[in-house]
């Protein structure tokens, strides 16, 4: 059986000063986040940090906190720490802006958080993803590192985040 949980779910507006406070919390987690897991040799890669406070901002408020998280994250990683590498850039760009739509996407027609509901968000994302990836660089097999490799990140993301939208933020 799939657990869901009642929980408020937020659409924040662009105007609102709350808005863009989530929004930089969440980007700092984003980028706090993958430099814990980049003391692991491949923790990037396996674990898909970048992408777990975006998931989160946007489902629990919405898609215009993802959106603002999902591109200022790998931007500011980039800049302060050169990962992700500037080549891969535009993919992981497109799978944090795609992720934050869908999520919020999700969110705002459900009403509820389940693990179905994001891992649906997950597969979605990281399959259109994917085939994004892949006319970017043109070699399919690069572009299906995330499902190669990823898998344990994209559970992170299910199971972690509906627990942090549950569990820690709550309100």
């Given at each position: 059986?799939?657990?869901?949980?009642?929980?408020?779910?937020?659409?924040?507006e662009?105007?609102?000063?709350?808005?863009?406070?989530?929004?930089?919390?969440?980007?700092i987690?984003n980028?706090?986040?993958?430099?814990?897991?980049?003391?692991v040799?491949?923790?990037?890669?396996?674990?898909?940090p970048?992408?777990?406070?975006?998931?989160v901002?946007?489902?629990?408020?919405?898609?215009r906190?993802?959106?603002?998280?999902?591109?200022a994250?790998?931007l500011?990683?980039?800049?302060?720490?050169?990962?992700?590498?500037?080549?891969?850039l535009?993919?992981?760009?497109?799978?944090?802006?795609?992720?934050?739509?869908?999520?919020?996407?999700?969110?705002a027609r459900?009403?509820?958080?389940?693990?179905?509901?994001?891992?649906a968000?997950?597969?979605?994302?990281q399959v259109a993803g994917?085939?994004g990836e892949?006319?970017?660089?043109?070699?399919?097999?690069?572009?299906?590192?995330?499902f190669?490799?990823?898998v344990?990140?994209?559970?992170?993301?299910?199971?972690?985040?509906?627990?942090v939208i549950n569990?820690?933020?709550?309100?």
């Amino acid at each position: 059986m799939i657990q869901t949980t009642a929980v408020r779910l937020y659409s924040l507006e662009y105007k609102e000063a709350k808005t863009w406070l989530t929004a930089l919390l969440f980007t700092i987690g984003n980028i706090v986040l993958p430099q814990l897991f980049h003391l692991v040799p491949q923790g990037g890669v396996v674990w898909l940090p970048i992408y777990f406070f975006t998931l989160v901002g946007a489902y629990k408020y919405g898609w215009r906190v993802g959106l603002f998280t999902a591109v200022a994250s790998p931007l500011v990683n980039s800049l302060l720490f050169g990962m992700p590498a500037v080549s891969v850039l535009p993919a992981i760009l497109l799978k944090s802006v795609l992720l934050a739509l869908f999520a919020g996407w999700a969110a705002a027609r459900s009403g509820k958080t389940s693990l179905g509901m994001l891992l649906a968000v997950v597969l979605a994302y990281q399959v259109a993803g994917t085939l994004g990836e892949w006319a970017l660089l043109g070699d399919f097999y690069s572009s299906l590192q995330d499902f190669r490799l990823g898998v344990p990140g994209m559970l992170l993301q299910v199971f972690g985040g509906w627990s942090v939208i549950n569990f820690l933020i709550r309100r």
